[in-house]
């Protein structure tokens, strides 16, 4: 049993790597914005098809197909929000969550139009797993897990050393007082629309690399997106981070004593004990 634990510890920390880049971008949209944005998920898909273009269709290698979805997926954030989102920033959260939904769906079909339903691959060297204390550890697994890692960092000295990134803190914690110390609003929030289009569309690369990519990848794991943002305080960048990779932990180490089928319940359960108990989530700014 023990072997096995630690098995999932260590899957659970390559999970939550990649769930904590798209869940930077999400809480801090949704401090600001006050609505849902579940096109986030959808985000991830766009980054992975994106790298399957670069890397399969064009022989590329899997670190262009990385840059190139960030890319992408970035301006595809951007685009969206400027054509859909900013013409309903005064309306109602549950109005602009549903026109986000209708999003994921558009973006889904789009996929799935172009690619097919079935399932894709990337075209990556194939090699044997490293195996320590009886934990199999594989290479794409452990590049997946140092990237997020260090992309982690970028995003934590973007906020606290950049002027920009403390502008972009400002405006998640008082948008109103934002603005009247000469923060443009509008441009603050097409900026952190790119950062967290861009860290999703690696996030889908790295799932796509850990699983397979396929129309629905990115809708599959967006309540585990919202868990992670709600655990670590809306707004809080790294407490997302650390809220991100505890779901990370809680849904594979919950395969230890539950069917995989049940595994998406796990982040859904955590959402519902957040919001009774502590809604503000368990970390402090």
């Known amino acids: 049993m023990a072997p ?30 006050r609505f849902p944005n579940f096109a986030f998920g959808t985000y ?15 022989g590329q290698s899997i670190l ?28 109602r959260a549950l109005a602009v969550a549903i026109v986000s939904i209708g999003v994921v769906f558009i973006l889904e079909n789009i996929a799935r139009f172009i690619w097919g339903g079935g399932l894709h691959y ?24 140092a990237t997020a890692l260090a992309f982690m960092m970028l995003v934590q000295l973007l906020l606290k050393r950049t002027r920009l990134g403390k502008a972009m803190r400002a405006l998640a914690d008082n ?23 861009g860290l999703s569309g690696a996030s889908g690369v790295f799932l796509g690399i850990d699983t397979v990519i396929e129309p629905m990848m990115g809708f599959s794991i ?23 990779m505890a779901i990370g932990l809680a849904e594979e180490i919950s ?16 959402i519902i004990l957040i919001l009774i108990l502590r809604p503000s989530g368990f970390t402090k700014r």
């Open 255 to 270: 395969l230890v004593a539950l069917p995989p089928t049940y595994k998406s319940a796990v982040g859904l359960t955590i």
């Open 4 to 33: 096995q634990f630690f098995q999932f510890l260590f899957n659970g920390a390559v999970y939550g790597g990649l769930l904590a880049l798209p869940t930077i971008g999400f809480s801090l949209l949704y401090k600001v914005l």
């Open 122 to 145: 990337y075209r990556i060297p194939v090699h044997r797993d490293v195996q320590f204390l009886g934990i199999h550890m594989g290479k794409p697994q452990m590049a997946i897990f």
């Open 64 to 91: 262009v197909a990385l840059i190139a979805a960030m890319v992408v997926t970035a301006g595809v954030g951007v685009a969206i929000d400027q054509m859909t989102f900013r013409k309903l920033r005064n309306q």
């Open 44 to 58: 991830l898909t766009c980054g992975a098809y994106t790298a399957l273009v670069f890397n399969v269709e064009l």
């Open 222 to 244: 967006i309540l585990s997106i919202f868990a992670g943002a709600i655990l670590g305080g809306i707004g809080n960048a790294s407490g997302a981070m650390m809220g991100a």
């Open 175 to 197: 948008s109103t007082l934002a603005e009247i110390k000469g923060i443009h609003t509008e441009r603050m929030i097409m900026i952190t629309t790119a950062i967290g289009g």
